[in-house]
């Protein structure tokens, strides 16, 4: 029997499993996903003060359509044997979806780096939950003023202090100038102290020294900087973009019998763009990796990755939120609105469960359907 093999169980790897569902039908085809954890972990949420919230059992995601679920960690791709090797076993693929995400970009030589807090896994945003929650009163530097930054030192300064440090000169460097005056307010009325063109030389026992030579009061130093495609593209070209993503065509495909999705792949957006690592295109890009990897076996026509038009959802915390519309990041709904926007995009992130219908439905969606996205051809007029 035919096999397709997906690596990866996040959002990328979960919709790829149910793209590639939706398009094997009732034809002869063995899909099975490998990841080696029991949850799908809703990344963009982990900012939230009960992290357990932010996961979905894959059970009752891929059991109901048919996927097997291999707990395992893969280590090692073959693509010229067509073989996987996860936790020491060899596994057969016809054809193979890479979506293994991305990691936070972990400093290197800071000293007292292993105090630091992350949230970027579940197990991560838990260990830092559960050090506050010890605390009455706290103090917490947050290193990276970019999108989870923002979102990080936000729902903190609900509780306490919090010293926001970045080396560029502006916050949200990369979120352009659109937003920006609109995030300086929200950093204010919280309180959100700023120390730019400035970074953490050390982590201290409730301390952390800066760049600028000063020191500050730290209960907790959340680290935010950056974050890196999956070491496994290595394993599939050698022709790697910045963030370490594999290229791929408007199919995704990245070798023949190989197709990339979600944080691993570097897939073209427009003329000038490529997608973002974040869960707006790995949604998309694996619902169709998926469904070609199954397409191309069974010889059906294969679909082309057309993305929706680029918004972004920023939640600040007791400032409300923002929500931006195309690449320059036009504000279209701050404070009050734009948090209720980011709460309806929080909970439509969610797959359908437990019902194949609504999952292969779903599958077979380009992007949300919500009110507030803009159709395609509203962004282009």
Known sequence: MAHVVIIGGGFAGVWSAAGAALARADADLRITLIAPNEHLVLRPRLYEPEPDLAKVDLSRVLGPIGVEHLRATVSTID????????????????RLVLAAGSKLVQPQGLPGAERLFDIDTLDGARRLTDHLRELDDYSAVVVGAGFV????????????????????????HQLGPGPRAHIEAALDELGVERRLATTVTEVGDGYAVLSDGTSAAADAVVWSVGIRASELTRQISGELDHLGRVPVDRTLRALPEVFA???????????????????????????????????????????????APYVTCLDLGGAGGLFTRGWDRRVMASGAAGADIKRQINQHIHPPVDDAELILAAADQVYLALPFFPRAEEEAA
């Open 79 to 94: 693509t010229g044997r067509r073989v996987v090797v996860a936790d020491g076993v060899e596994i057969g693929y016809d």
């Open 149 to 172: 930054g923002l979102e990080a030192a936000t729902a903190l300064a609900a509780r306490g202090r919090v010293l926001l440090v970045d080396r560029s000169p502006v916050v949200g």
């Open 261 to 307: 999705a979600g944080d691993t792949a570097a897939a073209p957006f427009d003329d000038e763009h490529t997608v973002m690592q974040a869960c707006q295109h790995a949604t998309p890009l694996g619902r169709v990796a998926g469904y070609n990897a199954a397409a191309d076996l069974l010889g059906r026509p294969l679909r082309d990755f057309t993305p």
